[in-house]
């Protein structure tokens, strides 16, 4: 028997369309990011480590926000498994609404070195293009980890810091990087 260890990607513009296997997969897979040291954490998070208790209502929060117009969520599978997932939001203001951000975006640990990460930002580059008419995203990273090398090799450009914005623990204060693709 053969694993299929290449990415499948889907996307969902609507809350209903998510199912409860998949919110459970979602919150796992933060879950496991986080407090593995990963740089995806939220304002509404507790600090390290997680729980599913804190994390599943953030799921539900931005399941809650998905639009076919507004937001999206990408998600990558591996051998039916979840592998990654990100989100992707419109401006909702009128004059910055050619633009959209990317949020949340997450490798399982299981599934690093795969190609995930890189295959979600090609992937949703297409999705803002060529779906919802988005002319550039933006993006913020956590400084001190190497994201934002990784965003370079994938096109993306940093456009700026806000230095030691990001207060991880005491004495642990990192920058803000803000990133931004033309599409």
Known sequence: MTVQRS?????????DDVTASLRKELTDCWEDV?????????????PLPV???????????????????????LVA????????????????HPLGAHCGTVNHVQTHPRFRGLGIGAGLMHRVHDIARDEMG??????????????EDFYRKVGWEEVGRWPGALRIAPGDDRD???MSLVL
């Open 51 to 73: 729980s599913t208790q804190d994390v599943a209502p953030v799921v539900d929060g931005l399941v809650g926000t998905l639009h076919p117009g507004r937001g999206r969520l």
């Open 34 to 46: 986080a407090n593995a040291g990963g740089a995806v954490l939220a304002t509404e998070f507790p």
């Open 134 to 147: 988005l002319e550039r995203l933006q993006l913020s990273t956590r400084g001190g980890v190497g994201l």
């Open 176 to 178: 803000a990087i803000l």
């Open 7 to 15: 990415p499948r990607f889907a996307q969902f513009t609507r809350p």
């Open 77 to 92: 599978t591996v051998g039916g498994s979840l592998a990654g997932w990100l989100v992707l939001r419109r401006e909702p």
